[in-house]
């Protein structure tokens, strides 16, 4: 995973520490599979850091509290305190020591349950010596596709880095496993298409792509993609939708 500056060493240092110990654990390793950014990132789909740790909660809904055991027990051993915890689902922000104004929380996010047509794969994760059950490529392009409406709908916020994902993922021909937002929007995707288009078109300006995408990638390919990035999103999920309608016909 690339690391925008040096000063972002110490938190993909504790990102790591914390995830080889999640998938040295058999209970975890079993119940947790691996997603979001920081999983694309490791596996080199996608070229932006990444601060959190997300999973899809695959076992049964009465584990989930030996699983919150489990987690917090690895907290404890790693020595990062606990800043806030969901008392729903195994959700936690976790401190770890830094300096005085640098990152030190580390958020863990699990999805339960997650969207019954996600598919998983064994990645070998090189950095961490570990082969662990992730996402695959078209299971994160669906999902990312869906959380950029979702969040909005759900938290009221808008994530620059999910626009910028999505563009990545298009530049790199990455195909989505339409099933998935099908079952998230429960709509078709004509209709989908045509709803994150109006979304994008409205609600996401120059100052949210700044705000959330200049910490994560660095400066010199930051200042040459924000200009462009709403503008060439558009022009893919067009595309996208253009072709949707032409097979319809």
């Known amino acids: 995973m690339i690391l925008p500056n040096l000063k972002d060493a110490q938190h993909k240092a504790w990102l790591y520490r914390l995830l080889a110990e999640i998938y040295n654990n058999q209970i975890l390793s079993s119940a947790l599979y691996f997603k979001g950014g920081t999983c694309a990132a490791m596996r080199g789909i996608l070229d932006r850091f990444s601060i959190d740790l997300d999973f899809d909660f695959v076992a049964q809904k009465k584990e989930s509290e030996i699983i919150k055991k489990n987690l917090e027990k ?9 800043k806030e915890k969901s008392q729903k689902v195994p959700q936690y922000f976790l401190k770890y020591p830094s300096r005085k104004n640098e990152r030190n929380t580390i958020k863990i996010d699990v999805a339960m349950p997650p969207p019954k047509s996600n598919k998983y794969e064994m990645v070998e994760m090189i950095e961490i010596d570990r082969i662990i059950m992730c996402q695959t ?21 808008i994530a620059g880095r999910d626009v910028y ?38 609600n996401i300006s120059e100052t949210i792509i700044n ?28 595309d996208e939708e253009r072709r949707l309608n032409k097979c319809s016909k």
């Open 74 to 82: 690895i907290f404890k051993n790693l020595g990062l305190d606990i």
């Open 137 to 157: 490529i078209e299971t994160m392009f669906a999902n990312k596709l869906v959380a950029l409406i979702d969040r909005y709908e759900k938290n009221n916020s």
């Open 165 to 202: 994902d999505i563009h990545y993922f298009f530049m790199q021909g990455y195909d989505y496993d339409k099933k998935i937002i099908q079952e998230r929007r429960k709509t078709s995707l004509k209709i989908f298409f045509k709803e994150i288009i109006e979304f994008i078109e409205k």
């Open 211 to 238: 705000q959330d995408i200049n910490m994560l990638i660095p400066y010199d390919k930051f200042n040459k993609i924000r200009k462009v990035l709403k503008r060439e999103t558009l022009m893919f999920l067009k």
